[in-house]
């Protein structure tokens, strides 16, 4: 089954890697970076902004965050702010016309779409050794990289997500001197990003890319976080009976509370049909649960890194696992990942946190530390003000 979803892919990638435009039309992919580009309108503003203050003037960031259309957008408003960039994707989700796209703009794109961690690696490798003076991470690969290698005129930067955080926390006192804030811990991320976009999108990638119905189906979702709230809500307002697995009681009671079934893990797996993970952590769902899945369920993860579901043994077994186990709303045919408004907001909060940590308005204290609050309401007022 996940070769007949892979081979379905390749046809529909090869021949349908267009939007709808307001006309009707379809439009190429150039036309869908621009559509993206022109609907980031507080990147837009912000970019207008720091073209004349230039924050960034002399400096290099690097970065390691996905390579897709509301990427693009942000690195080409920090482009504007003065940086030279350096960027290469995370593992499995680089789209190649971002990477041109951004190559013809004068970013030095290092690499492309790779599913090989070892590729990955060496990509990653390569945007720390040229040295910049900010980093811009997703999930600790540049900043755990630097603590490897480190170098002297390293300011800061930030981190995206919240399997980076986990990852950098551990390590402050090793990152001791570097101002590095973490986009995720705002308020604003956390409901704007992973409660509403990652619910929204894993609805939309789940029927995207398997063209099932979910009326009636018997959906589990393993973490009841800020995304797994999301992914449970959307999956029930599109007609699914949703079970919620979590390890923290507090939150399991809060997912009751919410109205969601709460079994046992062995239930929860036994009685799905969709089986969704979005925690954070490894192995969630093993080889050893095989037995437990009925025939045709399918498993997807949502989660940062693709370590929540053993997709290869699983898939061995006879499972059905999306995209292998990588976060399956960036992946299938026609991508889209999160809603542009979101990542408009959330990458309005990278902007300016790159710039605070540019301009020395944060420093060193600030080591692996929320995006500060006058940052969050600059962009909550912002984006009420411009709706
Ligand atoms: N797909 C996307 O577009 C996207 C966007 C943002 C964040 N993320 C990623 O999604 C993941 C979750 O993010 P979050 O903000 O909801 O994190 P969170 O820390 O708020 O929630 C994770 C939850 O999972 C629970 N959990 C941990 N191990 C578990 C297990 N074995 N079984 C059941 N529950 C378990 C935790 O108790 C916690 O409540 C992270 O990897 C994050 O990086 C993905």
Redesign the pocket.
């Known amino acids: 089954m996940e070769n007949a979803l892979a081979r379905a892919h390749a046809g529909v990638r090869a021949t349908c890697s267009v939007v709808v435009t307001r006309r009707g039309e379809y439009a190429p992919w150039m036309d869908r970076i621009e559509w993206v580009g022109e609907r980031c309108r507080l990147l837009r503003a912000i970019g207008d902004e720091l073209e004349r203050t230039q924050p960034f003037a002399g400096l290099t960031i690097g970065t390691g965050i996905h390579l897709e259309p509301k990427t693009v957008a942000l690195i080409l408003t920090l482009r504007r702010g003065g940086a030279a960039l350096v960027s290469t994707g995370n593992l499995n989700t680089t789209q190649q016309e971002a990477c041109d796209y951004l190559a013809d703009r004068g970013v030095h794109v290092v690499g492309g779409p790779t599913s090989d961690p070892s590729e990955h690696d060496r990509h990653l490798w390569e945007v720390v050794r040229t040295q910049p003076d900010l980093l811009l991470d997703n999930g600790g690969d540049l900043f755990v990289r630097y603590l490897e290698e480190p170098w002297d005129r390293l300011r800061g930067g930030t981190e995206e997500?919240?399997?980076g955080r986990m990852r950098l926390e551990p390590l402050r006192d090793r990152l001791r001197g570097l101002a590095i804030l973490v986009i995720?811990d705002s308020p604003i991320k956390q409901f704007v990003?992973?409660e509403h976009a990652?619910g929204q999108?894993a609805l939309e990638s789940f029927m995207r890319i398997t063209n099932l119905s979910t009326n009636g189906k018997r959906v589990t979702v393993?973490?009841?976080?800020?995304?797994?709230k999301g992914v449970a809500a959307n999956f029930r307002n599109a007609h699914a009976i949703v079970s919620v697995?979590?390890?923290?009681p507090v939150?399991r009671l809060q997912a009751l509370f919410d109205g969601f079934l709460v079994p046992e893990r062995e239930e929860a797996l036994r009685t799905a049909d969709v089986v969704i993970t979005?925690?954070?952590?490894r192995g969630?769902v093993t080889a050893a649960d095989a037995p437990l899945l009925k025939p045709g369920a399918v498993l997807a993860n949502?989660?940062?890194?693709p370590w929540e579901i053993e997709a290869g043994p699983l898939t061995a077994a006879g499972a059905t696992v999306l995209e292998s186990g990588h976060?399956f709303?960036?992946a299938g045919p026609r991508p889209l990942?999160?809603s542009i408004e979101s990542m408009d907001i959330g990458f309005a909060l990278q902007s300016r946190c790159l710039e605070a940590v540019a301009t020395g308005a944060v420093g060193a204290e600030s080591c692996v530390v929320p995006v500060p609050r006058a940052i969050d309401e600059q962009v909550a007022a912002q984006f009420v003000q411009t709706t």
């Open positions: 997500t919240t399997s995720n990003e992973n990652v999108s393993f973490g009841y976080g800020a995304c797994g697995v979590e390890v923290d939150k979005v925690t954070g952590a969630v949502a989660g940062h890194f976060m709303n960036l990942g999160n």
